[in-house]
């Protein structure tokens, strides 16, 4: 599969997840400059043990998963600031990054490398068009 048809079907799929408030927040958290941000949130993920799945995100391969249970023990604060950003219970939060965060990091490393941090909140703004309600025409 090539890179567009990959980048295709990636879209596809979180536009049919996009319908929860949840990518919009995820977005805005990973490029707030106030939060841990982008590389914040993968490094806490690597001290946690979880290096192999961050580089499979990160990576051209197929990206391995981490379970709601997994990113509650590396990510709890962010989580929970998350739950107040959505109204949700942290519970559903977890789970909707177990599904959202490989693909936004795979979006964001076309290349197969992270934007530098200076320029991954730009990186981010250009997924923003995503979480926005869309439009099916009849």
């Known amino acids: 599969?090539?890179?567009?048809?990959?980048?295709?079907?990636?879209?596809?799929?979180?536009?049919?997840?996009?319908?929860?408030?949840?990518?919009?927040?995820?977005l805005s958290y990973l490029?707030?400059?106030?939060?841990?941000?982008?590389h914040g949130v993968l490094?806490?993920?690597r001290n946690h043990g979880y290096h192999e799945a961050v580089v499979s995100w990160v990576g051209?391969?197929?990206n391995q998963p981490l379970t709601a249970a997994q990113l509650t023990l590396a990510l709890a604060p962010q989580?929970?600031?998350?739950?107040?950003?959505?109204?949700?219970?942290?519970?559903r939060v977890a789970s909707q990054l177990a599904y959202l965060l490989p693909l936004v990091v795979d979006l964001l490393t076309p290349n197969g490398r992270l934007p530098e941090p200076s320029r991954a909140g730009a990186a981010i703004a250009g997924l923003e068009p995503l979480a926005q309600p869309h439009r099916r025409i009849a």
């Not at 990959?6 to 596809?12: I, P």
């Not at 989580?79 to 519970?91: F, G, S």
């Open 1 to 26: 599969m090539g890179i567009i048809d990959r980048v295709t079907t990636e879209v596809s799929q979180l536009l049919d997840r996009s319908q929860s408030p949840m990518l919009g927040d995820l």
């Open 60 to 62: 051209r391969g197929v």
């Open 31 to 38: 490029s707030d400059p106030t939060t841990t941000g982008l």
């Open 43 to 45: 490094q806490r993920l």
């Open 79 to 91: 989580i929970r600031a998350l739950a107040i950003r959505t109204a949700q219970p942290p519970e």
